[in-house]
């Protein structure tokens, strides 16, 4: 036996236990537990509560020791004890002090030794930049050597510069008007042969290349032999930038936020004459361009003027909408580079594009008029006029017929449509976000115009795309300064620029599609429908339009479902039940059963609280439920 005292260990066997033997004998092992079962299993025998209950015990002695102890602290009563405290302290400072004077004055505490500076030789940066320098000057004297040699190699056993000039010329003279003015090559750029009638004209001269090309252009750049000498006033890049933007009331109409875009400045000297006789153009279209829309701004008359300044046109074409037309020159000269622009560049080019077809439009008109008929007849008259005389045309038509419209009035209009398409396609993409039944889909025509544009809504609920009868569709015919609508029906009705008509418009059609899949629902699982509204007076005041309501009737007779829809109101689903032992027999004899359930009461159904995906399911559901038979 073991004696009293000793420690006998005792380890469990590194086995699984068994859990079950079957008839065959097979034994199923327990898996062994893993690290987190086993500390979890070892934390559930530790008991909690006894040391806690120590830690209180500790606490409460604590606090019983530190109140004996405040107990038993008592000031000082002597007089003299403020004077002690104050000489123990002027004692330990002059104590320091001594031990500072000790270390400062005695070497063998610390010694003070003078920074001795820095006696390396001096980089010989300047010398090595002396030697670059004079490498490089040596270097393009060779390279310089090097050209005219290759030259001249090349005019003895090749075509020389003087028969490379001339076949650059032959170029030049099939795409620009030349003519030779005593012994210079003058050249026109301007659009005066295409019927511009602007009064800058834009010449340049042609020359032969001479110099070598220099240093700063680099060796290895290409040399032309012809060059194009521009105008001041045409060099650089032009372009028209066209901004839409809401403008808040007490915002100054005169700002302008002016983007230039990247790599847009002066085009370098050793381009291709081609390239820089292209970009003077633009430029001088640009010019023509803007002249003439500012002076059709200071022209017209228009309840709110139109305001040019310098080189801005801003005009209002909605209430707080304002269009700026701006021309953008740089030559490069002097421009500070700037770093990348935070705001995203609002630039129509679309109307940029319009507006240079419109004054090609004006350049072409000016060249081509029409034939006379007969030959005796003046010439430019158009067909309408010369019928004028014989259709007997009244003066007003005259002034009708001789009117037109200016590139001014004719952005201003392109300008009202896009913010109005804009406008539309917004709005049509929240309501498709905000409403997620019934679905709204937007088609929009492929074929447009700049003043109209088309799209057709569709609201369908998901899953019942194949019942076209409960389908709402819109017709959108969005205009200049309005909305054409035509509805399912063939109704016709006209919007304004606001965009919270079209919203109106929408959540009506949200509101008639619910009653009319109500309806086309009930028709297909046996309902009658007993009363449609159109236009309900009863119930909550819609804030637009207005609601719609219909009452279905059990194929039993004896149960009543009433859905009404609004655009601001939304959806209401009542249902009530009766029982055929509550009915007045003698009233059956009088009437139809189905109208003795119109009085009584309705209670409304939390549509939140019936299963499925949307409205269509909910009340499919919910007459199959109804109508089942007790």
Aim: charged share 25%; with cysteine.
């Amino acid at each position: 036996m073991a004696q009293s005292g000793v420690t006998v260990s005792i380890e469990a066997v590194h086995e699984n236990q068994i859990q079950e033997v079957s008839l065959d004998g097979h034994e199923t092992v327990i898996p062994p537990l893993s690290m987190s079962e086993c500390l979890a299993k070892s934390a559930q025998k530790i008991d909690f509560g006894e040391e806690d209950e120590g830690i209180e015990g500790k606490q409460t002695s604590e606090e019983g020791t530190t109140e004996k102890e405040e107990s038993a602290f008592q000031p000082s009563l002597w007089p003299w004890d403020s004077v002690r405290n104050k000489l123990k302290t002027s004692l330990t400072e002059i104590g320091v002090l001594l031990d500072v004077l000790n270390i400062a004055k005695e070497k063998k505490y610390m010694a003070i030794v003078q920074v001795q500076q820095d006696t390396s030789e001096p980089k010989s940066a300047l010398q090595l930049l002396a030697k670059k320098k004079g490498l490089n000057t040596a270097a393009s004297v060779l390279i310089s050597g090097a050209e005219r040699l290759k030259r001249s190699q090349e005019e003895k056993g090749g075509v020389s510069s003087h028969d490379k000039f001339h076949i650059e010329l032959l170029k030049l003279r099939q795409n620009w008007r030349l003519k030779k003015v005593g012994n210079s090559i003058i050249g026109d750029l301007s659009y005066r042969s295409a019927g511009s009638r602007f009064w800058q004209g834009g010449t340049f001269e042609v020359t032969k290349t001479t110099s070598l090309p220099s240093d700063q252009e680099g060796s290895t750049a290409q040399q032309y032999p012809l060059q194009v000498v521009i105008p001041s006033e045409l060099e650089g890049s032009s372009y028209l930038q066209l901004e839409i933007k809401s403008v808040p009331d007490s915002m100054d109409l005169m700002s302008v936020t002016l983007q230039v875009p990247d790599g847009f400045g002066r085009t370098p000297l050793n381009a291709h004459w081609q390239s820089r006789l292209d970009t003077a153009q633009n430029v001088l279209f640009c010019k023509e361009l803007f002249a003439q829309l500012a002076r059709e701004a200071v022209q017209l008359k228009s309840n709110v003027p139109h305001v040019v300044v310098s080189n801005q046109i801003i005009t209002n074409i909605f209430p707080g909408v304002q269009l700026s037309i701006v021309l953008c020159h740089s030559t490069g000269k002097g421009d500070k580079k700037t770093g990348p622009h935070s705001g995203k560049m609002d630039h129509k080019h679309v109307l940029e594009h319009s507006l240079h077809q419109l004054l090609r439009e004006v350049h072409h008109r000016t060249l081509h008029l029409a034939a006379p008929h007969p030959v005796t007849a003046p010439f430019g008259m158009s067909k309408r006029r010369r019928l004028a005389g014989p259709t007997a045309m009244s003066r007003s038509d005259l002034k009708e017929m001789s009117d037109s419209e200016t590139l001014l009035e004719q952005i201003i209009k392109q300008a009202r449509h896009e913010v109005l398409r804009q406008r539309t396609m917004s709005v049509i993409d929240r309501l498709a976000g905000e409403i997620p039944d019934p679905q709204i889909m937007a088609h929009w025509s492929c074929l447009n115009s700049p003043l109209q544009s088309n799209v057709k809504i569709i609201i369908t609920s998901n899953g019942y795309e194949g019942m076209r009868v409960t389908w709402q569709s819109l017709d959108l015919e969005i205009g200049v300064d309005g909305i054409l609508v035509t509805t399912k029906d063939r109704r016709t009705l006209k919007l304004s620029f606001q965009e919270k008509e079209v919203e109106d418009i929408i959540r009506w059609q949200v509101s008639q599609h619910h009653i009319a899949l109500s309806q086309n629902l009930a028709r297909l699982i046996g309902w009658q429908v007993l009363s449609y509204n159109g236009c309900s007076g009863v119930g909550e005041m819609e804030g637009f339009a207005c609601a719609s309501s219909i009452q279905l009737v059990a194929p039993n007779n004896d149960r009543m479902l009433s859905v009404r829809s609004g655009p601001t109101s939304g959806l209401h689903v009542f249902l009530k039940i009766d029982s055929s032992g509550n009915l007045d027999p003698s009233l059956s004899s009088l009437v139809d059963p189905k109208w003795l359930n119109l009085g009584g009461t309705f209670r409304e159904l939390d549509l939140e609280q019936i299963e499925g995906r949307n409205l269509a399911t909910k009340l499919e559901l919910i007459m199959a439920m109804v109508n089942k038979k007790r």
